[in-house]
C-alpha cells in the first residue's frame, strides 16, 4: 500500500503561486491514478485535479481550470498541483489521493489512500 505525504501549503498574497507536492512511498507511485482535493473551513472536501497513471490524461473541475494544472513523475514518486493567481477562495487544507488502477490512462477521481493535508492561505 502506497503512503502519500503533500507538502507546499504555506501563507501567500492574493495573485501569487504555489506548487503543492504529493509524495508517494511503500509502493511505485506508478501503479496509481491520482488526484487533488481540497477543503475550506466549514465546507465539504471539493474535487481539485486528477491524472492517470501515465500523466497523459488529466481531469479538471470546472472552477479550477486554466489556474491549476496537476502533473506527475513516477520516477520520483511526485504528483504536482500548480496553482496560479490564488485567490483568498482558495484558502483550503489540499489533500491528495491514489488509487490503485490496472489502466495507464484511466482517470480516478478519488482514492483508496490519502495523504494528511497540506495547508494553503492566500492573504488578500
Known amino acids: 500500500q502506497v503512503q502519500l505525504v503533500e507538502s507546499g501549503g504555506r501563507l501567500v498574497q492574493v495573485g501569487n503561486s504555489l506548487r503543492l507536492s504529493c509524495a508517494a512511498s511503500?509502493?511505485?507511485?506508478?501503479?496509481?491514478?491520482v488526484s487533488w482535493f481540497r477543503q475550506a473551513p466549514g465546507e465539504e472536501r471539493k474535487f481539485v485535479a486528477a491524472i492517470s497513471r501515465n500523466g497523459v490524461e488529466t481531469l479538471y473541475a470546472d472552477s479550477m481550470k486554466g489556474r491549476f494544472t496537476i502533473s506527475r513523475d513516477n520516477n520520483n514518486h511526485t504528483v504536482w498541483l500548480l496553482a496560479n493567481s490564488l485567490e483568498p477562495a482558495d484558502t483550503a487544507i489540499y489533500y491528495c489521493?491514489?488509487?490503485?488502477?490496472?489502466?495507464?490512462?484511466?482517470?480516478?477521481?478519488?482514492?483508496?489512500?490519502w495523504g494528511q493535508g497540506t495547508q494553503v492561505i492566500v492573504s488578500s
Open positions: 489521493a491514489a488509487k490503485l488502477e490496472p489502466t495507464e490512462q484511466a482517470i480516478f477521481v478519488g482514492g483508496d489512500v
Open positions: 511503500g509502493r511505485a507511485l506508478s501503479d496509481y491514478a
